[in-house]
């Protein structure tokens, strides 16, 4: 018989819902918006009514269904019943997500925080197949990472393990959005990009790609193109900051782990441009040559198919014997 | 039948051998010098009579030795059969250590890093029993640690996980004797404190305690009795630099791992005056708030044992259903 998996990608601005195979073949998808302040319930309608759309769609019955991983964008509570914390999803606090699921579907459920969910896509489906010690960090509007150590994540005493973008690379450095100061988020993401462009452009800087651009429309992406197609200096310049900073990060995540891979995926990642060789410069300046020389820095080969995937692998995780 | 274990705890001044039991109580003890330089053959030679001599004072045989644990400065080889690299003993390195033991003993033998070594100690004998997330940290001369995740000593892809002292906490700092600039262990040693006095005293600063003292002589432990005894300004504002930067670092693995406990020891931790304090304020401060509530930071409780009984631990690690 053949059996099935469903992934919910929670994001904070929209929801995919995947029906896949054990293998990660993608059989359908379902895409909706998970608008701000929207609340949890609308939301879980919309997951079951879709679920049971794609199940109907694909030929094959409820019966297939082996189980449902849930990646969402925040701590999850200890006991894995729902989330604990979400800046970006507020109202899914304290939700009993997964009991809810349950009562509808009838197979396990299991919740997981999405970087780690996309580590574990990356374990099942990606770079990270046969590899016991990797890294899988997105660099994006903000800097997550999933952790895998002797062929396990490491979600640590509370699940909470894989921050290390809020690691602090400069002593009372840059604010962060999560209120300290330093955070390597605050000098990699897309955010952090951004906001070296805005700060020299307040402080004076010419700029002929961005002379016309508001402020508050500046954002990494537009940062990145700004590099490529008009090898604007402001942009590079932003963009090297950023990389050398991450590559410092990747070194103490090198030095610390020694894995045997790190696998980059994210926003920032879909060009590198301006950004991988000052990246891996830093990366050979700060790590220990014995641990880089068994580390390889790749970028994710799963794409935007990560947030589908590791939402189905948190399933093929928790089954594994 | 009374199962021994056998310790060799290799310093880069000093060897300690000991004969302990199962549950971590030492029953004799041999100490010698290991003064750089010194051949390894020689050294192995004392090592070799200073178990034997062990086995007979303790009133059991050979036939009792369960096993050999070797805790080394340095990094271990992947197939763990001797000393790649160590600073410290390069004499050591490429000695086919493992062989040479179990050829006199014929017992199990296995050599581990003296951090990860140490760590589990703790897991066995220390702070880390029942513990499933935890890092060992030794402050001493340098800075070096053994991780515990999901209930397992993390090794990494090739032995050299562990190396937070090398960590850079500071972009294009100070240097650090391993070569790279603005690691922790060149913010937060106790060679790391030593330098700030000296550094202090040669741009000018006045001291009383350190007035007759050659800059040469001072050291990280002169510098916490300055700081007990006289309350010696320069040496306070030494050591509160430096604990500022270590709970930086600290942090920054609660924000990684999310462990339920760090387990310092070392040198520097001898004495906690003017140290503790301004290392949990920087930990408070750097730290998520929802990870630092999970993990308690405590001095380790085995002390100057700690060398012996992570030397044993590793026996025990490996000998473990």
Chains 1, 2 share one sequence.
């Not at 199940?55 to 082996?66: D, N, V």
């Not at 969402?72 to 200890?78: C, I, N, S, W």
Request: aromatic fraction near 6%; hydrophobic fraction near 40%; charged fraction near 20%.
């Amino acid at each position: 018989m053949k059996r099935l998996i469903a992934g919910f990608d929670i994001g904070g601005t929209k929801i995919s819902v995947s029906l896949g195979t054990e293998s990660g073949k993608i059989l359908g998808k379902k895409i909706f918006p998970s608008a701000r302040g929207r609340q949890v319930k609308e939301s879980v309608r919309q997951l079951k009514s879709a679920l049971s759309a794609l199940l109907e769609e694909s030929g094959f019955g409820r019966r297939h269904l082996l189980g449902i991983g849930v990646a969402v964008p925040g701590a999850v509570d200890p006991r894995r019943e729902g989330v604990l914390k979400s800046p970006n999803l507020p109202s899914w606090e304290g939700f009993p997500l997964k009991r809810v699921l349950f009562k509808e579907f009838q197979v396990p459920v299991w919740i997981e925080n999405d970087a780690n969910a996309a580590a574990l896509g990356e374990q099942y489906f990606g770079s990270g197949r046969g590899i016991d010690h990797f890294l899988y960090l997105t660099i994006s509007t903000g800097i997550g990472s999933g952790i895998v150590a002797n062929d396990s994540l490491l979600r640590g005493a509370s699940g909470l393990a894989g921050e290390v973008g809020h690691m602090t690379v400069v002593q009372n450095g840059l604010l962060c959005p999560c209120g300290k100061r330093g955070c390597l988020e605050a000098y990699s993401s897309g955010t952090a990009i951004a906001n070296y462009v805005r700060t020299a452009l307040r402080n004076g800087a010419k700029s002929r790609f961005f002379r016309n651009i508001k402020l508050s429309e500046i954002t990494g992406r537009l940062v990145s193109e700004a590099a490529r197609t008009s090898k604007d200096p402001l942009a590079i310049q932003a963009r090297r900051t950023a990389a050398d900073f991450l590559g410092i990060g990747l070194a103490n995540l090198i030095n610390i782990f020694n894995p045997q891979r790190i696998i980059l995926g994210g926003g920032v990642m879909e060009h590198v441009e301006y950004f991988w060789t000052p990246m891996m410069k830093a990366v050979r300046r700060e790590a220990w040559p014995l641990s880089l020389r068994a580390c390889t820095v790749v970028r994710s080969p799963l794409g935007t198919e990560v947030g589908d995937l590791g939402a189905i692998a948190i399933v093929l995780d928790q089954m594994r014997p």
